[in-house]
């Protein structure tokens, strides 16, 4: 199932902007609601919704829990087997929760869209081929990253420092895998941006931005940066 | 085309480099001699503690740069090879080339829709080459790219270069060692006192070959016991085994075959990293277990990429650290053994500031030094000059003498031919005698 890069950024841009133009919840709540539907059914595929529901539910009883029950913000309508129920609690529960299922469809939208087809149609409308390398670099860096992960975390095994069985041991071996999947990172993405760059990549004429000689490797520096919370997740996914 | 003059390295000064349209050259220097800094001026870059002047008439566009790891010339931006040599074509804004013609001639009309990242040493070094073939260059520039590969991936990949040089384009390999076809060069750069030499693949060293030890097994229990091993990656057909086997005590054993044939893959067996690996595998009556840390104490695995290990400070705390992870005592004597590594000068130096190859010892002294009984090295030699290379010699002879039995692959035949006393050969995942 692959969703086509027109159809992924005409959501985003339409999520986008509703989301700062609205300001009434009930008007947000049924904007937003109905835009999941939208986004979700329109990718005609199951797996996608299926997606949507295993991520954005945990998110829904927490937020009915905290708002609807306990928040004293809202004040209480009735008592449900000695439970405080508080409707504007709910109301503001589903509001929110609405509010960040729409960016996960968007997300989980994104998810879907080939990256080929997303940097050909990015190619294809002359955006700025550094512009190109920023997204799309960021975004392939992300596997590559969990790659070095799985390499240091075998690699740190590999010489018998324990990784587990609990969390005492995990907490303990969290600096010998972050700091080598760090380090490396960023030795990576120096030698990356000579290869890089002897291949074209910065350099086009359509971009019309050509990096000066000793300052390209700050381009990929600064994808290293942005992607080292993701990094971190996913180290401590890892372990 | 390209001069290099005022070249200061680390502080010291090199003669002029002269890069002259249609030869073949070879520019070789020791560890640390800064070759790889040399290859990065002809390209036009400049990096921390390298200065020079650099005169020349071509564009960075003419230029192909293949570094040490040939996978970082991937971007990861499209999924293919095709789509990754669509690519160099359009970020250079040049009509796309034909990408099949490019394939055939380098021989990788086959991985063209494969995931660049899944490629052995020799498809990786391959397709490398066909995404430069991409900007048609004048000039090839190779840093160290062969030490990975089979002698016979190697020559087939410097023949393919041969043909480009006829074209009148100029190659320029970097080497730390002598390769086979050092007659092909018409020009010779020695960074620092390299001799033009072939000696320097001979292994005379302290130790005398022929003391290495051959043992009987016939009256010894084996230490490793392989039975019926076999292993398939998730995707892809390539199945290794059934593998049956026995490592002694002393033992040096090297495991040979083209790229690809899974050698690593049996390494990682026997270092129990494969999940899906069937078969018994135990070490002096152990067997493995999911928790794989617990391994080590019984076989413990050195990569080919130092910088998956090394977080700590010194480079004396590193290999402290592997030891004391197996529940083992530190040596007294630890620094004088560091120290038979070559590593003396750098006991507390920061592992991260060193050179790749120092990284690669640090790594290696680490694993030599753990005190387990099984020691698996991948391509220790690689990227690696003579005096190293002759320090692993002796620091594998000894650690054999005192009871391991280390299990090495490797493409550097001159080095194995000299120290192993049993050759594994696999072909296709399947050991031939």
């Known amino acids: 199932m692959s969703i086509s890069p027109a159809r992924a ?33 329109s990718t005609m595929s199951i797996k996608v919704i299926t997606r949507f529901i295993i991520l954005s539910a945990p998110f829904l009883i927490p937020l009915l829990l905290i708002h609807g029950v306990i928040n004293p913000q809202f004040e209480q309508t009735s008592l449900f087997f000695l439970m405080p129920i508080r409707n504007d609690g709910i109301l503001f529960a589903v509001s929110t929760y609405a509010n960040i299922s729409v960016f996960l469809a968007l997300a989980i939208n994104w998810w879907h869209v080939d990256r080929d087809n997303m940097i050909d149609w990015l190619i294809a409308r002359k955006i700025p081929s550094i512009f190109i390398c920023l997204i799309a ?21 590999a010489r018998g420092i324990p990784t587990g069985p609990n969390l005492f041991h995990r907490i303990k071996a969290i600096p010998s895998i972050i700091l080598p999947v760090i380090t490396s990172l960023m030795n ?52 | 085309m390209i001069n290099i003059s005022s070249i200061k390295i680390n502080e010291n000064n090199l003669k002029n480099i002269n890069i002259e349209q ?18 990065l001026a002809i390209l036009g870059q400049s990096i921390k503690g390298c200065t020079f002047n650099r005169e020349s008439d071509i564009d960075i566009k003419e230029i192909a740069y293949i570094p040490t790891n040939a996978e970082y010339l991937f971007s990861g931006i499209k999924s293919t ?59 090839w520039l190779l840093d160290q790219v062969f030490d990975f590969l089979h002698p016979d991936a190697a020559l087939e990949i410097h023949n393919m270069l041969l043909n480009e040089s006829q074209k009148g384009k100029t190659i320029v390999e970097v080497h730390s060692t002598y390769p086979s076809w050092a007659e092909d060069f018409n020009d010779y750069i020695f960074i620092d006192n ?12 302290s130790q005398n070959i022929n003391d290495k030890p051959k043992e009987s097994h016939q009256s010894k229990k084996p230490l490793c016991i392989l039975k019926n091993i076999e ?80 977080y700590k400070s010194t480079v004396i ?24 590594f070559g590593l003396g000068s750098y006991l507390n130096a920061e592992p991260y500031q060193l050179a790749r190859p120092l990284r690669r010892m640090v790594c290696l002294a680490s694993t030599m030094l753990s005190g387990s009984p099984v020691i698996l090295l991948d391509e220790p030699t690689a990227n690696l000059d003579a005096e190293f290379k002759e320090i692993i010699f002796n620091r594998v002879c000894d650690a054999a003498s005192k009871g391991s039995a280390i299990i090495i692959v490797s493409h550097d035949l001159p080095f194995i031919s000299a120290l192993a006393n049993k050759t594994l050969k696999l072909l296709n995942g399947k050991l031939i005698n």
């Open chain 2, 317 to 340: 705390d590193e290999i402290k650290t592997t030891i004391k992870s197996l529940g083992n005592t530190i040596p007294i004597d630890l620094n004088e053994q560091i120290r038979q």
């Open chain 1, 137 to 157: 670099q960021s975004a392939a860096m992300i596997p590559l990253i969990e790659r070095r992960g799985f390499s240091v975390l075998r690699s740190q095994n």
């Open chain 1, 9 to 41: 950024v005409g959501w985003t841009i339409i999520c986008s902007s509703l989301s700062l133009f609205s300001s009434l919840i009930i008007f947000e709540l049924s904007i937003t609601l109905s835009l999941i539907l939208v986004i979700l059914i």
């Open chain 1, 188 to 239: 990576e993405a120096d030698h990356r941006s000579y290869t890089l760059w002897s291949r074209g990549f910065g350099q086009s004429q359509f971009s019309g931005v050509q990096l000066p000689l000793g300052q390209r490797s700050d381009f990929f520096y600064i994808i290293s940066v942005l992607i080292l919370p993701l990094t971190v997740l996913h180290m401590i996914d890892l372990l």
């Open chain 2, 194 to 205: 390299i001799k033009k030499d072939k000696k320097e693949n001979s292994y005379s060293t």
């Open chain 2, 231 to 310: 292993f398939k990656y998730k995707t892809g057909d390539f199945k290794l085994g059934p593998i049956n086997t026995n490592f002694y005590s002393n033992d040096i054993v090297a495991i040979i075959g083209p790229n690809g044939s899974g050698k690593t893959t049996l390494l990682q067996c026997i270092a129990n990293f494969n999940d899906n690996m069937t078969g018994d595998l135990s070490i002096s009556g152990k067997y493995p277990t999911k928790k794989k840390w617990t391994w080590a104490k019984s076989a413990i695995y050195c990569f080919q990429n130092p910088d998956d290990q090394l």
């Open chain 2, 81 to 139: 090879l095709r789509g990754e040599m669509q690519l160099s074509a359009q970020f250079l804004n040049r009509p796309i080339p034909d990408i099949t013609s490019i394939a055939i001639k380098f021989n990788v009309l086959q991985l063209l829709d494969r995931n660049p990242f899944s490629f052995s040493g020799g498809e990786m070094i391959r397709a490398a080459l066909s995404i430069c073939a991409v900007k048609n260059p004048r000039i």
């Open chain 2, 22 to 39: 249609g030869k073949i050259i070879g520019l070789f220097g020791k560890v640390n001699s800064g070759k790889s800094s040399i290859l």
